[in-house]
């Protein structure tokens, strides 16, 4: 029968089942299985209960072994074997379970069975790789683990939110209810999709919320490295929609230098509104220390504005500060505080993110925590964020330039959320503190929590799989229970509740446990369950149950619930009972006291239970009455037993209230039971029985028989005759009881009480002598005293068998045949025998006197008997001379302290004899008395001797002759000489040899390592000491020593302790059966150990198993078909159970073992490999990166010749053998297998699963066999040799090729070469001719570039109009970075277009190849320095070559030697060094100022390469948001669309000077959508002005529309048209002109919505225009300004137009242009008031935005980038090297080469870096801000007067302490660590390879050659001169080239 059929669910994968027994169980299958309910079934009801039981009982017997410390887990679990779990996730509504794991991802249902499993990885991935589907696109892809990073169940929308770490940790949705539907994945991520940190070991957390209908993410997560490495700490994501993850729009936590901080997350939840995350992260870039952070924002707000975070400070009683936060749980708390923060936190190891052992738990209240947070938050808004004492206690943090404010006292309530003029992120300055309620627990990992019946309890999770409960009771914390889940892997902190609360899930690295809060259940008695101190538990006294309290039916009443964890609940006890116990023949009323008996309600009662027997029960107060049953109802007696207790049950219906024991007892029994005082017995019993003397009974309370007197029970209060002293009883007389063997003697005993038993007919003693009674008559006679007698024993002689010197027995008196008198005390007789273990003289002599033994010569022999069995003639007075047998040891060190032992016969028959008459070699030893054994063993302790003193050991005892031993003992001197080897690991387990004289001193010998003892190996012998180190706790030298008992012997040269190896790498992770395969191990110190063995550890295989393989192992066949049969292997020993097979390993260096894998019996099951090295042990796992070792069956091959294993295979020379076979590369690489043939080697071409493919040598080996004809054929993989057969070579000569055919070949390749020949003539003609058509359409696509350039102009764009506040608006559009092609295109050639970028060559075919092949050669020759060198400086030597040409020739080489940067460096140092050299002649403060030389330009290329970087990830975003800023503002009012002056500026000659009133208008906008039929049709509003004109109206439109849409991929205005919508059919179609536009005087005013009169909320649409007389498609260009079509085709008619304002009349063109030519030189006129309040205003709004791009470019707070700090170190160096020591010089050569040069350029061109278009109105914004960056660069003052310019005076204030941050920028530069040549060159490498691929660089090189053309006799000329080029012949390549690419006729 199935598994399933018998309850049995299989956990984790299923796989092909194993042999089963009846039942359905595994036989020795480790995998686990899960036990369920099984359902019915019709077998028999035997086997159905049987089976089960069987099963579980091996499900038992296999887990034994894995866990043998731990309780077995009595929980459901779920166990999925070889994969690490990450997260654990649960759905409420359906309480399904979501395990995100490495690779996989699981749905269990709530009682943990597996529902759904998919597979996650692993993929081909790279962290340096954004997500790609071409693996081209990334090289350096590896197979990559997905570790799953998030998985958040979102369940209104029904959908499942899963991160993992690959593709830059993009996230996906998928079903909830099926896990393997996939709702949505990215199908082409852009970074801002990048969610999770992809990096396993990097945090990341998160949360799903909501905000006005929408899903959003929030997601915490670490710093990574590479690409992901710039994603913000925190960021808020959008679940829906087509861009779902995306954070554009959202807002992030912007961070100056993410790795100052180093957020590490460990938790996030929601609560009131607000999100919450804590983390751990360094106070700032000063502070290195980690703090523990909890942040808040509020849920609705998506630009954080409301962003505040906290410290969290715990600490212990000790002071000891917890700052690592590891987990959290929000609970509902304590009673009575609201919601409660319990945080598990860890003490970080010094100043690092790692945490240690000690952790503790610490409390927070969740209203204290907002109550701080909104206290930080107030201080930072009103008050600068100092506090009343003027301590700042809340800044700006994460490097923003913001900082607290001093808004209205009322801004706190009136922004809860923040807004855009708040400041934030805010962070405390101020910790709030709590003390560490738990301490003493280490390695905690995760926490839960909750509240029961008003108390708090907290489970705990630590990092070796357990859970502890703990009860929180105010400020203390106790562990009441501690659950282990059977793994030893942490605990995830996902400890999730279940929804009834009843049950944890408790997760481990690789198995979710349902652990249950409380475990009442199991307590099945009161005080079981009250001792558990479970806080959940109590006992429910009427229920008789161990419950929670809401499951106790009366637990609102007193009494009727008895909390577990109360110190006053006590059980419900029977504290007093009367009578406490009766006889079983009468019956009484027995009343009980019951103290706190819950009161019953009216009409229930209790009862009595005396066993079975019911009695009813009447209550009194605690007292209760009940009668016991009647006699015939007491249960028997026992057998051996005077009483029967029954258990007397207080009971409530059939529960049992309260019980205790009722006794019934028979004194019949008692007397019966008691042997030697029957009695005493009955009168001191605790019933109350008495005692009948002459009728020797015991009876209860009733009279005696006969009317005789009684003795009464001691518990009788009476004057007559009681208790056990009144009993008639016997004594022996103290001289009596030694009795010697074989001699006759009396007994005499004292009676008394005798007189209570009237006449006394006979007596008789009794002794058991070895079991056998002996009875003797005895006789009576009378005493001292009235109430004692003697009794006299007849003399008789006694005997017994024992060996035993002396046996004691017992002795009593009998009257009459049955009636035993008590016996006081222990009445025993002492039975000796002089002779038992005396068998010589001196131990007769020493028995005890009062024995009175005498040594005697009865018959042959002496012997030691009885004085009385001996005559006075034949007794022995003295005693022989002693005899020795023996001395132990032989020999001892001269200092002595020897204990010497000597064995042998009459040594003294006291100590005394010998104390003093001991010698050895004539030299006193001095006995010890203890260890002194009478007339056999003396140990004396030896005196110090000299050397080569040798005697034998004397004992004389008396005057006798002394006893002599044979042997001699000789003092010796052990000298330690050397030592092998000198060192070892500090793990210990060296085997060292310690080589000397005379080491075999004595038998107490110990070696020493310092003070470390060196375990003895082998025997010591004279010159050698074997032992094994012990471990050292740290390196050290350590004198060698050996101890002769305590005589120390020291050798010279200490032993040295050294570090222990350290393997760091080990490779492979598999081998066969068989063995053999070189493992390679990788570590440092590996030399160290001095043997170092591969061990694998093996649970044994059964007996038939092993039978089984011995047989196969004997029948292998060399058959088609055969197994490799291993080499002989090193025998496994089975250790403790276990089976250890091992092999040596060879130390192949210090760094390298070489270990070959252990040959391993097929059945036996793998438990783990490990290292040993000397005493250190190393897992394999541990050093192959959690890498475990598997073995694999052994491989299978097929003879080649397939026919029959006897046949020689036929094989012919240069043919590849392939050589099939069965799971070849399981174990082995194709480098690891040796074939021979004969005496040659079969070179191993290919190696796969089932084929081995070798090369045979060409001529035929001789066979390694003398006696064989044939050479072999032997596979040799490891340990495993397979000879398989002979070869025989077919030597056959190989056919010729025929005459004919090679006649033909040559007349066939003859006409081939003809006709090549032919076509390549043809090509050549025509390619002349196409190259001239070339050169002309290259000229007249420059000319229309140009021309384009010049007519187009850009359209306005404006900021989100939905938007009230322009921070919030910032945020949410994103930053539309240019691609790096793009960026550099419009860098190195500005104004020209793509040309560059993304055109080929344009070239026939049959040029195409040999055009490349030059350029290609071309490229090749840039390469030469000197040649490179050479044209650069030829070219500039050219008057023609114009400073147009330098510029455009330098970004060319900078085009096609962007592969090299390194060397684009080197040329420009050069070039840079010679240009130095030539303006310090001149002027060196003119030196970089413009750009006319081509090294300027290089320069400015260079910069931007290397920053480009820092502009994407630094600089871009406060550059983005100043122009945004700008654009926004400027929009907001009106602007003249004919004149381009706006309301809105910073630079007065663009000021609307004229009051222009207007109207804002919000339009709906119907979009159709991009759906299948045109989609569904969507309304937008969108902001606009009353007086925009209409391509004003359709720009700001098309912004709304297509917002987050790059600017190059919008359409364009003049390809749509307005339309206006009002009603069903009411359709205008508004434009600029037409028959409505006001004309006056020849003056046409624009139409705008106010003319049109367009009411607020209107509808419109934009529909594609017919008939579009403006060529202009969707492709926008990006360097015009202003566009005003309107005006150019007006003047043509003769009609001017006007917009806001009519000009005078002077004529437009003439003015405008005037205008535009002087708008940045014209001196401010004399404004009004109100309009330089507009630009002062404007100023204000974008302060900050100019503040943070001025510190971006300025890295205030960052690291500088590496190119900056090169470049600054090559201009010092430069100028030392030069003479130039003036500062001034110095700052200003800095300035023009970096500020001025790139970051001017990049402020005044946002285009350059984004896809944006910019208007001239924000082009002129621009340029002043760019004017007063550069006014901060200089030096010198600027005076500013009434005359000065309006743009200088705006900036006049803040140009001072801009001058202050350019001079810091310098000093920091200056003192930061130097960029190294190597640094910076490897640093451009990574650039080269980074975006080289983007580049066209052969357009380059051919424009690059046409200057090469234009210049080519000079070029020629000037390279024949140089010597260096002549040696080189650069002009010989040169015209190789130049004949190449254009068939130029040379010299060649």
């Not at 191990?1081 to 550890?1097: F, N, R, S």
Request: aromatic fraction near 8%.
């Amino acid at each position: 029968s199935s598994p399933a059929a018998l309850g049995w669910e299989r956990r984790g994968v299923l796989r092909s089942g194993p042999a089963r027994d009846v039942c359905g169980a595994p036989f020795l299958d480790p995998t686990m299985w899960e036990l369920k309910c099984p359902l019915s079934s019709q077998r028999d009801p035997a086997m159905f209960l049987g089976c089960p039981l069987l099963s579980l009982a091996a499900a038992l017997m296999l887990l034994l072994p894995l866990y043998p410390a731990a309780r077995l887990p009595a929980y459901p679990s779920f166990l999925f074997p070889n994969t690490t779990f990450s997260h654990l996730a649960r759905a409420r509504d359906t309480g399904t379970l979501y395990v995100g794991a490495v690779n996989a991802l699981l749905q269990l249902s709530p009682d943990l069975g597996l529902v759904e499993h998919v597979a996650t990885g692993p993929a081909d991935d790279s962290p340096e790789c954004l997500p790609f589907r071409d693996p081209g696109d990334c090289p350096q892809a590896r197979p990559t683990d997905n570790t799953n990073k998030l998985l958040l169940p979102n369940e209104h929308a029904g959908e499942l939110v899963v991160c993992g770490q690959l593709f830059q940790g993009v996230c996906e949705k998928r079903a909830l209810g099926n896990i393997s539907q996939v709702l949505y994945r990215p199908e082409d991520p852009g970074d801002n999709q990048f969610v999770a940190a992809n990096e396993p070991r990097v945090s990341t957390v998160g949360l799903v919320g909501q905000h006005a209908g929408q899903d959003l993410l929030f997601v915490g997560r670490g710093l990574t490295a590479k690409l992901s490495g710039g994603i913000p700490p925190f960021t808020i994501r959008q679940l829906e929609g087509p861009q779902a993850f995306s954070n554009e729009g959202m807002g992030k936590l912007v961070v100056g230098d993410f790795s100052d901080y180093n957020n590490t997350y460990a938790g996030a939840f929601a609560s009131g509104g607000y999100i919450y995350f804590l983390f751990s992260r360094r106070g700032a870039k000063a502070q290195i220390e980690y703090r523990a952070y909890l942040s808040r924002s509020c849920m609705e707000d998506t630009n954080l504005y409301s962003y505040v975070e906290l410290p969290l400070e715990c600490r212990d009683a000790k002071g000891r500060l917890y700052n690592l936060a590891q987990a959290v749980h929000l609970a509902s708390g304590f009673p009575g505080e609201g919601k409660t923060l319990f945080v598990v936190l860890a003490v970080g190891q010094g100043s690092t993110a790692s945490p240690t052992a000690q952790t503790a738990l610490c409390v927070y209240s969740l209203s204290e925590i907002n109550a701080a947070m909104e206290r930080t938050r107030r201080l930072c808004y009103t008050s600068g964020g100092k506090g009343p004492t003027g301590k700042e206690e809340a800044a700006i943090e994460y490097g923003v330039t913001s900082s607290c404010n001093l808004l209205p006292k009322e801004s706190p309530e009136a922004y809860p959320c923040g807004d855009e003029h708040t400041p934030s992120p805010i962070a405390s300055r101020v910790p709030i503190a709590a003390e560490a309620l738990l301490t003493t627990v280490p390695r905690l990992t995760a926490v839960a929590a909750m509240v029961e019946a008003g108390h708090t309890i907290a489970f705990l999770g630590d990092a070796v799989g357990r859970l502890h409960k703990v009860y929180l009771n105010g400020s203390t914390a106790q562990v009441y229970n501690m659950v282990s889940t059977g793994q030893r892997s942490p605990v995830n902190p996902d400890l999730l509740l279940d929804g009834s609360g009843t049950h944890l899930y408790v997760m481990t690295a690789s198995q979710v446990s349902k652990v249950p809060v409380s475990e009442c259940p199991l307590f099945q008695d009161c005080n079981s369950c009250l001792r558990a101190q479970d806080p959940f538990c109590g006992w429910c006294v009427l229920q008789s149950r161990c419950t929670r309290k809401l499951e106790c039916e009366r637990h609102e009443i007193v009494n009727h619930w008895l909390w577990s964890y109360g110190a006053e609940s006590q059980c419900l006890r029977v504290e007093q009972m009367s009578p406490a116990n009766q006889s079983r023949e009468e019956r009484t009323e027995v009343s009980m006291l019951v103290p706190e008996l819950p009161v019953l309600a009216e009409g229930e009662n209790y009862h009595c239970a005396f066993g079975s027997q019911d009695s009813d029960a009447e209550l009194e107060g605690s007292w209760v009455r009940c009668f016991s049953p009647v006699p015939e109802q007491v249960p028997p007696t026992q057998e051996g037993k005077d009483h029967v207790t029954v258990a007397l049950a207080l009971m409530f219906r059939d529960v049992v209230v309260a019980s205790t024991g009722f006794s019934f007892y028979d004194c019949n029994a008692v007397s019966q039971l008691a042997d030697a005082t029957p009695c005493g017995k009955c009168v001191g019993s605790p019933w109350m029985c008495h005692w009948c003397p002459s009728s020797h009974r015991c009876v209860p309370g009733a009279p005696c028989p006969n009317g005789e007197g009684p003795i009464y029970s001691e518990k009788v209060p009476t004057e007559d005759p009681q208790g056990p002293a009144s009993c008639p009883s016997v004594e022996i007389v103290p001289e009596s009881y030694l009795v010697p063997v074989g001699v006759k003697m009396p007994l005499s005993l004292i009676a008394w009480n005798l007189h209570l038993m009237g006449s006394l007919e006979r007596l008789f003693c009794v002794l058991e002598v070895e079991g056998a009674p002996i009875v003797v008559p005895a006789s009576l006679e009378d005493g001292d005293r009235g109430t004692s007698h003697h009794v006299q024993c007849q003399p008789r002689t006694y005997r017994y068998t024992q060996l035993a010197p002396e046996l004691h027995v017992p002795l009593y008196v009998l009257v009459g045949d049955d009636q035993r008198l008590d016996s006081r005390g222990d009445q025993l007789v002492k039975l000796y025998n002089c002779s038992a273990g005396r068998s010589d003289c001196s131990r007769c002599k020493a028995a005890p006197s009062h024995f009175r033994c005498v040594w005697c010569l009865l018959g042959e022999g002496l012997r030691c008997v009885y004085e009385q069995q001996c005559s006075a003639e034949a007794a022995v007075p003295t005693c022989p001379s002693p005899v020795i047998h023996s001395i132990s040891p032989l020999t001892g060190p001269l200092e002595g302290g020897t204990s010497l032992t000597v064995m042998g016969s009459n040594l003294g028959h006291r100590f005394e004899d010998v104390a003093d008459t001991v010698t050895v070699a004539n030299l006193p030893c001095v006995p010890d008395p203890a260890l002194y054994l009478i007339s056999t063993r003396i140990v004396c302790e030896v005196p110090p001797g000299k050397r080569g003193l040798s005697g034998p050991v004397e004992v004389s005892v008396g005057d006798r002759l002394p006893g002599v031993s044979a042997r001699n003992f000789t003092y010796q001197d052990p000298m330690l000489l050397d030592l092998h080897p000198h060192f070892g690991p500090v793990a210990g387990g060296t085997r060292i040899t310690i080589v000397g004289e005379e080491l075999l001193t004595g038998t107490e010998i110990a070696a020493y390592v310092g003070d470390l003892p060196c375990l003895l190996e082998e025997p010591v012998e004279p010159k050698a000491i074997v032992c094994r180190t012990s471990a050292s706790a740290r390196p050290q030298d350590a004198q060698v020593k050996v101890l002769y008992g305590e005589v120390e012997r020291q050798l010279q040269k200490a032993f040295r302790y050294v570090r222990n190896p350290q393997l760091t790498r080990v490779f492979p992770a598999s081998s066969f059966h068989g063995g053999g395969r070189i493992i390679y191990v990788e570590g440092t110190d590996l030399d160290v150990a001095q043997q170092t063995l591969i061990k694998a550890v093996l649970e044994p295989e059964e007996a038939a198993s092993e039978l089984s393989r011995k047989k196969r192992a004997c029948g292998l066949s060399r058959g088609p078909q055969a197994l490799l049969n291993p080499a002989p292997p090193r025998p496994c020993v089975e250790v403790g159970g276990l089976l250890e097979c091992w092999e040596p390993c060879c130390a192949n260096s210090s760094t390298l073992l070489l270990c070959p894998s252990p040959a391993v019996p097929p059945n036996a099951r793998l438990r783990h490999i490990l290292f040993e090295l000397d005493g250190l042990r190393v897992p394999f796992s541990n050093a192959s990166g959690g890498h475990e070792f598997s073995y694999h069956p052994n491989p299978q091959l097929r003879w080649p010749g397939r026919d029959s294993g006897s046949r020689p295979f036929s094989l012919k020379p240069g043919n590849v053998l392939d050589i099939e076979g069965e799971g070849l590369t399981l174990g082995i690489s194709k480098e690891e297998v040796t074939i021979i043939i004969g005496s040659s080697i079969c070179t191993i071409k290919t190696l796969t699963l089932t084929h081995l493919y070798c090369e045979p040598p060409l001529q035929p080996p001789q066979p390694l066999n003398a006696s064989s004809a044939l050479p072999e054929f032997i596979v040799q993989m490891g340990n495993l040799h397979l000879d398989l057969g002979r070869v025989h070579y077919d030597t056959e000569p190989p056919s010729r090729f025929p005459p004919e055919a090679q006649i033909g070949l040559g007349v066939g390749a003859a006409v081939l070469a003809f006709v090549v020949l032919l076509l390549i003539l043809m090509y050549r003609r025509k390619s002349k001719q196409a190259l001239r058509d070339y050169k002309k359409v290259l000229v007249q696509l420059e000319n229309l570039e140009i021309s384009v350039g010049d007519q187009c102009r850009k359209e306005f764009t404006d900021l989100m109009t939905e938007m009230t506040d322009l921070s919030g608006e910032l945020e949410g559009s994103g930053i539309p970075f240019l691609d790096y092609k793009t960026y550099a295109q419009r860098v190195f050639f500005p104004g020209q277009g793509d040309a560059h970028f993304r055109r080929g060559l344009d070239l026939p075919e049959g040029r195409r190849a040999t055009v490349e092949q030059g350029l290609s050669q071309l490229s090749n020759l840039l390469n030469s320095k000197v040649f490179l060198l050479t044209l650069i400086r030829t070219l500039e030597a050219q008057p023609t070559f114009s400073q147009r040409d330098r510029c455009h020739a330098a970004s060319l080489l900078s085009l096609a030697l962007h592969g090299r940067l390194e060397y684009l460096m080197d040329i420009m140092q050069t070039l840079l060094s010679d240009l130095v050299a030539h303006c310090v002649a001149r002027n060196p403060k003119l030196m970089l100022r413009r750009t006319e030389t081509m090294v300027e330009k290089l320069l400015t290329n260079w910069m931007s390469i290397c920053l480009y970087s820092y502009l994407r990830e630094v600089a871009g975003e406060p550059l983005y948001m100043l122009f945004r800023a700008i654009k926004y503002q400027v929009d907001k009012g009106p602007v003249d669309a004919v004149s381009g002056k706006a309301k809105r500026t910073l630079n007065d000659s663009r000021l609307l000077r004229e009051d222009v009133e207007f109207r804002p208008l919000t339009l709906t906008v119907l979009v159709r959508g991009s759906g299948p039929g045109g989609g569904e049709t969507q309304r937008i509003p969108a902001r606009v002005l009353d007086t925009d004109t209409i391509t004003q109206v359709k720009e700001k439109i098309l912004d709304q529309v297509y917002r987050g849409v790059p600017f190059s991929q919008r359409p364009s205005v003049h390809s749509l048209d307005l339309e206006w919508r009002s009603g069903v059919a009411g359709h205008l179609t508004l434009s600029d002109e037409d028959l409505t536009s006001i004309t006056q005087n020849q003056w046409k005013k624009l139409n705008t919505l106010q003319h049109y009169k367009v009411p607020d909320g209107a509808t419109v649409s934009l529909i594609p225009r017919l008939h579009n007389d403006v060529s202009q498609g969707t492709g926008q260009n990006y360097f015009s300004g202003e566009n005003t079509p309107m005006l150019e085709d007006g003047e043509e008619g003769g009609v001017r137009l006007w917009h806001l304002v009519k000009p005078s009349e002077e004529p437009e063109p003439t003015k405008q242009a005037q205008e535009r030519r002087s708008s940045l030189r014209e001196r401010a006129k004399a404004i009004p008031e109100i309009y330089l309040t507009r630009l002062l205003s404007m100023k204000g709004t974008l302060q900050k935005f100019v503040d943070d791009a001025f510190q971006a470019v300025l890295s205030v707070n960052r690291p500088v980038p590496i190119a900056v700090k090169y470049l600054f170190d090559l201009l010092d160096e430069l100028a030392a090297r030069h003479g130039v020591n003036e500062p001034e010089t110095l700052h200003i050569w800095k300035t023009n080469s970096l500020l001025l040069r790139f970051w001017v350029n990049t402020l005044k061109n946002p285009q350059f870096i984004f896809d944006v278009r910019v208007s001239d109105n924000v082009d002129a914004n621009l340029s002043v801000i760019a004017q007063t960056f550069i006014d901060a660069c200089t030096t010198t003052e600027h005076k500013v007067g009434r005359d000065s310019p309006v743009n200088k005076l705006l900036y006049a204030r803040e140009i001072p302490h801009y001058r202050q941050m350019v001079e810091k920028y310098y000093a920091d530069i200056r003192q930061a660590v130097p960029a190294s040549y190597q640094e910076m060159n490897s640093a451009l490498t990574e650039l080269s390879g980074k975006y080289s691929s983007d580049l066209n660089c052969q357009v380059a090189l051919q424009e690059l050659y046409n200057y090469i053309n234009k210049y080519y006799d000079q070029i020629i000329s000037t390279l024949d001169e140089d010597p260096l080029g002549q040696k080189m012949q650069l002009a010989y390549r040169l015209q190789q080239i130049a004949a190449l690419v254009e068939n130029k006729v040379t010299d060649l």
